[in-house]
């Protein structure tokens, strides 16, 4: 258990709607990752936050928006879905300082489908 | 921005020795993460690397070269639960400790 909490674990919708998806990260991790990862292939980053601010952006598609709350919870939106955004969606959470091995810590994912 | 390479598969027999390979392109390199992830599952931290050299977890070491922008994994005395996919990771500066993680390598174990 890496202790970081993604829910929903599956999500099945239609095109054309709006998803949230929400990760609570690791007690202290300050920083929160959002990744993508399509069937067989490699993690895409989407977007990055830390202590509430957002600090760094990936190939995110502007019918996609994240935000990290004062608790440091943070919630993925997805809208307007389309076929091709059916993937399992990764948060991950590091205490984000310089220090150390950087090591991200990985929630158990949200597998979305769009049919 | 960065970019990461990565064999996509690689075929090893249980007990034998695998490298995988990594080779990255970045700016504000920070070092070298490496990860595993079997099937449905969460990737989990492996190793890091930030200087040049060896490091040495068990029966997986890491390996870099900054100056090549190069890195590996290898791993020993395979496994069959060893049968994953293998991702490389670049620590960077950019966006505060932003990670770029490579295409991956799914690592097949046979008897």
């Known amino acids: 258990d890496s202790g970081v909490t993604q829910t929903p674990k599956h999500l099945i919708t239609a095109t054309g709607q709006r998803v949230t998806l929400r990760c609570s990260p690791r007690s202290g991790d300050l920083s929160v990752y959002w990744y993508q990862q399509s069937l067989d292939q490699g993690l895409q980053f989407l977007i990055q936050?830390?202590?509430?601010?957002?600090?760094a952006k990936g190939n995110i598609l502007e019918r996609f928006s994240a935000q990290q709350f004062p608790d440091l919870h943070s919630e993925l939106n997805l809208s307007s879905l389309e076929l091709g955004d059916s993937a399992l969606y990764f948060c991950?959470?590091?205490?984000?300082?310089?220090?150390?091995?950087?090591?991200?810590?990985f929630g158990e994912g949200s597998r979305l489908t769009v049919l | 921005g960065q970019s990461l390479e990565q064999p996509s598969e690689v075929t090893a027999v249980e007990g034998a020795i695998v490298q995988i390979n990594c080779t990255y392109q970045?700016?504000?390199?920070?070092?070298l993460s490496w990860y595993q992830q079997h099937d449905g599952g969460a990737p989990t931290f492996l190793s890091y690397n930030a200087l040049d050299g060896l490091e040495e977890t068990g029966r997986f070491s890491s390996f870099l070269s900054r100056s090549d922008s190069y890195g590996y994994l290898l791993l020993q005395e395979l496994q069959m639960k060893d049968s994953a996919s293998y991702f490389c990771a670049v620590r960077s500066s950019g966006g505060y400790q932003k990670v770029t993680f490579g295409t991956g390598t799914k690592l097949q174990v046979i008897p």
């Open positions: 991950a959470s590091s205490p984000g300082r310089a220090s150390g091995t950087g090591e991200l810590f």
């Open positions: 936050y830390y202590n509430g601010e957002e600090r």
């Open positions: 970045t700016s504000g390199f920070y070092g």
